[in-house]
């Protein structure tokens, strides 16, 4: 075997082992990634229930009720659907309804999505890019009247 045929042998034993490493890195990963998805993508997807996932939209008008111990219910709506989240916690101080939200939870069987994280847009004119790339696909988006990214 020449010197060059061992260098090619070589490289081409390299290029595998760290295709197969990345493979085998990507296979670990696959559960703990999270998708995001607005709630018409759940019916249309066909998501189903025990799946962990990130929930995005806008919080319905008039869907917030509180309950006991920081109980927290509403719903978060898209252009065609909503979805009813239940959530435990503080919420951000900027959570309101009409506003943007992603959550991150699990849907239950009943269709009701218990979230575990509620994060909410930080100032006037900031939305989760994932949100606002879903409204605008919607044909839902308000516009951008002078905001800075």
Do not use: C
Not at 57 to 81: C, N, P
Request: glycine letters at 12%; charged letters at 25%; hydrophobic letters at 40%.
């Amino acid at each position: 075997m020449s010197r060059k045929q061992r260098r090619l042998a070589l490289i081409g034993t390299a290029v595998g082992v760290l295709g197969f490493a990345l493979g085998l890195v990507l296979y670990a990963m696959r559960d703990s990634i999270v998708f995001f998805h607005a709630p018409a993508d759940i019916q249309a997807k066909g998501v189903k229930p025990g799946t962990r996932f990130r929930l995005g939209g806008l919080v319905k008008e008039g869907s917030i009720q509180r309950g006991e111990r920081q109980q927290i219910r509403f719903e978060v709506v898209d252009a065609t659907s909503s979805i009813p989240v239940r959530y435990q916690g503080l919420l951000p101080d900027l959570f309101r309804e009409g506003q943007g939200v992603v959550a991150e939870g699990v849907l239950e069987e009943a269709g009701i999505f218990n979230a575990d994280t509620v994060l909410a847009r930080h100032d006037e004119i900031y939305m989760p890019r994932e949100v606002a790339e879903a409204l605008k696909a919607q044909g839902h988006w308000q516009g951008e009247k002078g905001t800075k990214r």
